[in-house]
């Protein structure tokens, strides 16, 4: 999903900027959230190795990225996404790029995490109700992205600076446009819940089985959602060694359609929602590779009153959030 992001840097055709442009959808995220909300730390512009004028950001960043399990759509329902209305946010990492931007480190926040779920303006000037001891993905549920960044920020005490959030069809897409990802799995995954089938080894995937995979909970490990935020991180190694591997500029169909099949499905806050403010952020990612992208996993223990839920493993979890100020 960052990894994604990566495809613009590449340059962005003129014939097709319009196009682009229009696909991305955006939230008014500091708006809706004022002034309440851990500091924002400060970005920094840089030389730009493209030899023009125009200095790259290099500060230090957070990301909330989300890949949200849609429930709507034909495409969608098609890939898994089932019959019912609204959406969850399956997938929850917070990427946090370093000064520079050359080293970053992904932190997985399980779904079946137990949160205090603050209360989050809604559209209509109303508000949701605060909950305590509630999952994770129920803060989209009940509030979309603001709510989703708000419990992040409540949970962490880390500003969240950019959201993004790709849908299931939009990430098949991707890695179709990009002709596929290498991943090797540790174990043999026959899941039919995620409509996937591989021996343990090294597999090129296409769209659907690179979604197979990011889907799979019940044929890995204890069948927890632990085992399937494993998947994904390999995953997203694998986007970022498939993006940085390819030359996109000597190849304007693949550059086109990889960009077009992310926007379409991209929703950001309102400060990335331009084609323009994308191709700035990911040429600011040049430098980033996939053995320089750290991947783990929020510490987290049985909770008490549930054992098919977690709790976040404190002071770890407050130590590896402190590392990310």
């Known amino acids: 999903m960052l990894a994604g992001l990566l495809v613009l840097g590449a340059g962005a055709a003129a014939w097709a900027y319009l196009r682009l442009d229009g696909?991305?959808?955006?939230?008014?995220?500091d708006q809706a959230l004022g002034d309440d909300r851990p500091p924002r730390g400060a970005a920094t512009p840089a030389p730009s190795p493209y030899g023009d004028a125009s200095p790259l950001p290099d500060g230090a960043l957070n990301l909330l990225v989300l890949g949200s399990d849609a429930r709507s759509g034909a495409e969608n329902r098609e890939l898994g996404g089932g019959e019912a209305g609204g959406a969850r946010s399956d997938t929850a990492m917070v990427v946090h790029l370093d000064a520079g931007r050359t080293s970053a480190t992904v932190v997985s926040i399980p779904r079946d995490t137990l949160v205090d779920r603050p209360s989050c303006p809604r559209e209509d000037g109303g508000a949701t109700r605060p909950a305590s001891g509630v999952m994770f993905n129920t803060a989209y549920e009940v509030g979309g992205p603001v709510c989703a960044v708000k419990t992040v920020e409540t949970l962490t005490g880390v500003r969240m600076d950019h959201y993004v959030e790709i849908d299931f069809a939009g990430f098949a897409r991707l890695v179709d446009a990009l002709g596929g990802v290498t991943v090797t799995t540790r174990q043999d995954i026959d899941d039919d819940r995620s409509h996937l089938t591989l021996d343990a080894g090294t597999h090129h995937l296409d769209g659907r089985q690179a979604l197979g995979l990011a889907r799979t909970r019940y044929a890995v490990g204890d069948g927890s959602d632990l085992g399937r935020i494993t998947l994904q991180q390999d995953l997203v190694k694998a986007l970022v060694r498939r993006v940085t591997e390819l030359d996109l500029l000597t190849s304007?169909?693949?550059?086109?359609?990889?960009?077009?099949?992310?926007?379409?499905?991209?929703?950001?806050?309102?400060?990335?929602?331009?084609?323009?403010?994308?191709?700035?952020f990911a040429r600011s990612l040049g430098g980033l590779t996939a053995d320089r992208v750290t991947t783990v996993t929020m510490p987290v223990l049985p909770a008490p009153s549930d054992p098919n839920r977690v709790v976040a493993d404190e002071p770890e979890a407050g130590r590896l959030w402190a590392s990310l100020k």
């Open 23 to 29: 696909n991305i959808r955006g939230v008014d995220i």
């Open 252 to 280: 304007p169909t693949v550059l086109f359609e990889a960009a077009d099949a992310l926007t379409d499905s991209l929703t950001t806050d309102t400060s990335l929602d331009s084609l323009g403010e994308l191709v700035t």
